[in-house]
């Protein structure tokens, strides 16, 4: 009996030595529990990047990579390798882990993780992203793989840090955008200042200076209103037609198509920002030019001050800091509403310039000589119907027969209605107003065209009608009722942005 106890012993050491050797390594994220040598690698290459030793931990990953194609970790060990990268920072890292990321989206696209790896792609640009008059390359790409992000991966739970990201990087896109604009529109290059502020206010409308580039659009309209009237006159000028003139038709068509222009860019900074600090200005401007003064609704008005309110103030330590830093201030931007996920047609300043030489050339006279005689070319083109093809022996051939000339266009247009007539005898045919005989008697003062009535007016109308995406305002609606003068003083925030005011025309 005794000599059978160290045996037993013996055999319990065994087994109990058997149990310890055959347990399972659980790993948290794989959240599998295996032995396997590829298992192994896997961990291995985690706790290298624990300690930060990168070079380290992609040489075991790409180990189990090569050696176990078919391993349940492959997608892991992947997406390991560009972590390892984007973890050890740099120019040369981060361009690789962008390659990496890339990779895994291709070989697994249906996988939670790529979203994730979409993300840290736009994140990659986001962090080299410079200020608005730097660089903007890899704004731009940051702008279109956030966009990428939330068109591919509408339902993952990344998109809301995504929108705001991208809202951030559109901010300084649109900075820059603004910076160029004003530096034509101080340069009084209007018709590439009017496209580049155009094209702000259409492909960034959460920028924190909206208000601004509307107004200063509207100043560049109301610019081109007296640069047209500074034209030379067709008819008055000396010697008659000089290189340059236009009819007095075409100025004042030319001039009430701008005057329209600015009116309505006027009335979307009320109807659409009546918060910002422009609202002010632009509702002068409007009562100015005798145009209608819209009203904004109690759904726009909530919409800006909401984002108004979402915006921040840097203070002065990340002031000085960013001065000395490449990477932008992006404090101002909005953090609520949807960024735009595509650009509209990007408005040219060639395309400016087209459309009013279009409507000048419409209305252009016929070309003339020195004397104001118009230019007929003879023997060339077909000859005229009812007449024979003219012979080559004929020695006198006959004339062609007279043709009236035509009236000249400048002076058969009627007057515009602010062009001086002159003095002429009245007819006794024509026509008189209805106005009493009493020169004593005063008339009527004309009706104020700024104010609105509750129905609104045409102008006011269709401004609110623009707000509402191309749909008339239902008054029955109460986010689409118009918002009273209180509502808006009340809503509007006391400190200024220090707005440099420019000079009406």
Known sequence: MLRRTPVVVLLAMLVLMAACTNKKVVNPLASVGSKQPDKVLFDRALDAMKHNKFDVARLTLQTLINTYPDSEYIARAKLGVADSWYAEGGSTAMAQAEIEYNDFKTFFPNMPEAAEAQLKIANIHYQEMEKPDRDYTHALRAQEEYRNLIMQFPDSKLVPAAKQRLMEVQEVLAEREYMVGRFYYLKETYPAAIARLQSVVEKYPLYSKADEVLYMLGQSYEAEIKMTKSHPDCVTANPP???????????????????????????????????????DDAKARLIAMHQPVPRPTKAALAQNKAEEDSRRESN????????????????????????????????????????????????????????????????????????????????NPPAPPAVPPEPDAAAAAPPAANELTPNVPADANELKPNVPDDSSQALPPPQQVNEISTGGTPGGASAQAEANGGKPPDASSPDQQLADDSAISSSKHKKKKGLKKVVPF
């Open 316 to 395: 002065l330590k990340t002031k000085v800091i960013r001065g000395f830093s490449k990477h932008p201030d992006v404090a101002q931007a909005s953090r609520v509403g949807d960024p735009p996920l595509v650009d509209p047609e990007p408005v040219s300043a060639k395309s400016v310039v087209e459309e009013v030489n279009r409507s000048m050339v419409t209305a252009t006279p016929p070309a003339t000589g020195k004397n104001g005689a118009s230019v007929e070319m003879i023997g060339t083109g077909a000859p005229p119907p009812g007449q024979d093809a003219p012979r080559s022996d004929a020695v």
């Open 241 to 279: 037609r000089p290189v340059g003139c236009i009819g007095e038709g075409i100025k004042a068509r030319l001039a009430d198509d701008f005057s329209k222009k600015a009116a309505e860019t006027y009335s979307r900074i009320l109807t659409r920002y009546p918060v910002m600090d422009r609202s």
